[in-house]
């Protein structure tokens, strides 16, 4: 029985998919299998899989019997030998020691439920600036704290970096859901918000390409609206359960796009006492019955609650500074969201 078990759903990836398949042939452990499974392809992939497969016993392919990438990785796992999955994308390629580093720290680690690891981002930094940056923000969270603390911003971990405990799977935590909204995250929110640690290696063990057909360019369950739904769900239970509801929520950011977002939060029944925004226009003044007040406005004594839905980067990081110098904690008394 192998350890590892590398999940790979392909659609159409005929032109990349041999060196994905090869990057985990090349793996410095030869501990693994491989389940490849089609998710209805109309190009050469499943007679490329084929080919492989003449040459290796450890990769076997599957047709995924109801469409969709969720379903096709909840039947590849339900079929898997392996007490690890390993992710894998049909156009990356991981490093020769991926798979052996990161078994090795789950069996180090009992505690651990996931583990990710750094990766490279090699599309075009000037075109796709956007996914560049996600890509450098998720690789400076490297502990749980950190992980934990930014559960919230965008998913933590690129989707094909993960290796988890296939228990988590079996268990009444797991597996992938399907709906409107990102699969992997929805998985990782629901696992965090039910005790389940995870950690991020410091080294690079994956290539990340960035093709126009990637799934999270062009499927409407990975758009912008689709994320900030599913958070707000997580997020209202966070604050539902491990926090005191009673206390007062303030926004940070009154913007008609952060304003957009909280219509998740007020779907998911949590209402708030105002908005917090530096712009001197929008301060002391109200929207919808909400005032706006500027951040050395805030009433300190009531222990507000706060929820930065300010998108910016660097913004984000400034409205942390602030919450900090006035004594708030991340996680009790703010979190970050956007």
């Known amino acids: 029985m192998s350890t590892v078990t590398v999940i790979l759903p392909i659609k159409n990836a005929a032109h990349t998919l041999a060196r994905a398949v090869q990057s985990i042939q090349g793996q410095a452990s030869a501990d693994w299998e491989m389940i490849a499974v089609d998710d209805g392809s109309s190009d050469r992939s499943v007679e490329l899989m084929k080919e492989f497969i003449k040459g290796d016993p450890r990769i076997q392919l599957k047709i995924n019997p109801t469409p969709g990438i969720a379903n096709a990785l909840n039947y590849g796992i339900a079929q898997a030998n392996g007490k690890y999955i390993a992710r894998m994308d049909a156009d990356d390629v991981s490093h020769p020691n991926r798979l052996e580093k990161q078994s090795s720290y789950l069996d180090n680690f009992r505690h651990i439920g996931l583990v990710a690891s750094r990766i490279n981002f090699l599309g075009d930094r000037e075109i796709h600036q956007g996914y560049a940056a996600y890509i450098d923000w998720t690789n400076e969270l490297l502990n ?134 530096i712009d001197p226009r929008k301060t002391g003044t109200q929207v919808q019955g909400i005032p706006i007040v500027m951040p050395d406005d805030l009433d300190l004594k009531s222990k507000p609650i706060v929820i930065s839905y300010v998108g ?20 009790l008394d703010f979190i970050l969201a956007a």
């Open 144 to 277: 749980w704290n950190d992980i934990r603390a930014n559960r919230f911003v965008e998913s933590p971990f690129a989707h094909p970096s993960v290796m988890f405990r296939k228990r988590l799977v079996e268990s009444n935590l797991g597996p992938y859901r399907s709906g409107d909204f990102p699969e992997d995250y929805e998985l990782w929110l629901r696992w965090m918000s039910n005790g389940v640690k995870m950690a991020k290696l410091p080294d690079y063990l994956l290539d990340w390409y960035d093709p126009p057909e990637r799934l999270s360019r062009n499927d409407p369950r990975y758009s912008p609206q689709a994320f900030y739904k599913i958070k707000a769900k997580y997020l209202a239970r966070w604050l539902k359960s491990e926090t005191d509801i009673e206390r007062p929520i303030w926004i940070w950011g009154a913007g008609r796009i952060t304003r957009s977002r909280t219509r998740f939060l007020l779907e998911q029944g949590i209402t708030f006492a105002g908005y917090i925004d």
């Open 312 to 331: 910016n980067r660097g913004a984000r990081e400034d409205i942390k500074k602030n919450l900090i110098e006035k004594g708030l904690k991340e996680e």
